[in-house]
């Protein structure tokens, strides 16, 4: 079992720039490859943002590629994404998944193929 917490989420100006972190607990983080994704009111949960075990691999949606940026510390058991010229479409509810992965180098994209999740941060981007 595998605990995830995520924080750094907020309030912030279109243009400025967040740190989303996701702290787990329970198992180690580096059994896993992790994932970032998104919800809207009233919409599906997309995915955002994807790394392998080992860090050495990483997917970003199309939205988001060049200016997130995922990236993970196996010691301090933590996932991050750096989000820099946030977008007032960038807002929504950011949750942090853990899935478990045969290879270190293999990402997952899709919410099925995660098997833990964490409760979500909320971010809104004002324009």
């Known amino acids: 079992q595998v605990q995830l917490v995520e924080s750094g989420g907020g309030l912030v100006q279109a243009g400025g720039s967040l740190r989303l972190s996701c702290a787990a607990s329970?198992?180690?983080?580096?059994?896993?490859?992790m994932g970032w994704f998104r919800q809207e009111p009233g919409k599906e949960r997309e995915f955002v943002a994807a790394?392998?075990?080992?860090?050495?691999?990483?997917n970003h949606a199309d939205s988001v590629k060049g200016r997130f940026t995922i990236f993970r510390d196996n010691a301090k058991n933590t996932v991050y994404l750096q989000m820099n010229s946030l977008k007032p479409e960038d807002t929504a509810v950011y949750y942090c998944?853990?899935?478990?992965?045969?290879?270190?180098?293999?990402?997952?994209?899709?919410?099925?193929?995660?098997?833990?999740w964490g409760q979500g941060t909320q971010v809104t981007v004002s324009s």
């Open positions: 790394i392998s075990r080992s860090g050495g691999s990483t």
């Open positions: 998944a853990a899935g478990r992965a045969a290879f270190s180098f293999i990402i997952l994209i899709t919410r099925t193929e995660y098997d833990y």
């Open positions: 329970g198992r180690t983080v580096s059994n896993y490859a």
